[in-house]
Every structure is written in structure tokens, then in C-alpha cells.
């Protein structure tokens, strides 16, 4: 995957990246019409619409199962209110979604196909590939917004 850039962020812009757990350590797990995830769903949109009233605009997703991709949905949700709002997808390494069932990987090519930016952190799955994603994650944000 190359860096792709759709849009150019501005340079004093507020940045916040996510992360956290994967949905098999979630209580609800991959049930998403479970009402706790339900509810955590709707608890991280209304927490990236405070952020956004704070002066955040630029988001970054590392594109993991989980609260990467639930955070990233809330952003394009958001976007449609905000337009100044930009999504930025990291991906530490070319197919990440080779794995995912059809629909998660369906959900995760949406994800980067409306992304204002792409990044790419390596090409090759290495040990050190999440590693790298989450470092990159952690220096260009200005706050990490993890659950």
C-alpha cells in the first residue's frame, strides 16, 4: 500500500489517534448488536464530537478490528456534519484484512477508500509491524484516545 494523501491537513491542526482493545476482548466480542456495544459505539462518537467541539480535526486509525474501526465509522459519521473533519488510516502492513471475514474486510477497504489520508508503515508483515503502527500512531497525534 503507498501513502496516499487526499486531502492536505493544516499544520496547526489538533490531531487525536486511536486505539484499543480487539472485539474478542471486548465484552460483547464481535456482537455488535450486543447493547453494551451498542452503547460503547455511540459513547465513542459523542466522545469524538467533544473533541471536535475542543478543536481537534484530524483523526488517525491504525485500521484494527475494534475501537480502531468503530472510532473511524464515528469520524466519517461526524464528517458529514463536519466537513473540516479529516480520518486518517494507518496501515502497518499491505493486506492487513487478508484474514478478516468478507464483511470485516469489506468494512475495512470502505474505511480506507474514504480516508482523507492513507499511511503506510511497512509493506511485509514483520514482528515489529504492529509496533511500528502504533509508535506512528503515538508521535503524530497530539492525543490518544484509547478503550
Known sequence: M???????PALNMHRCAFTGYRPQKM?????????????????????IQTLYDMGYRH????????MDMFAAEAVLELRAQHPDMMLEMVSPFDDQAARWSPELRA???RLFAQADIITATGH????SAM???N????????????A
Open 59 to 66: 483523526f488517525i486509525s491504525g485500521g484494527a478490528l475494534g
Open 2 to 8: 503507498e501513502n496516499i494523501v487526499r486531502r492536505k
Open 124 to 127: 511485509a508483515y514483520t514482528r
Open 27 to 47: 465484552p460483547f466480542g464481535f456482537n455488535e448488536s450486543d447493547p453494551r456495544c451498542i452503547d460503547f459505539k455511540r459513547r465513542v462518537k459523542e466522545t
Open 135 to 146: 509508535h506512528y500512531l503515538a508521535d503524530n497525534a497530539d492525543l490518544l484516545l484509547t
Open 131 to 133: 509496533f511500528r503502527r
Open 107 to 109: 468494512r475495512h477497504d
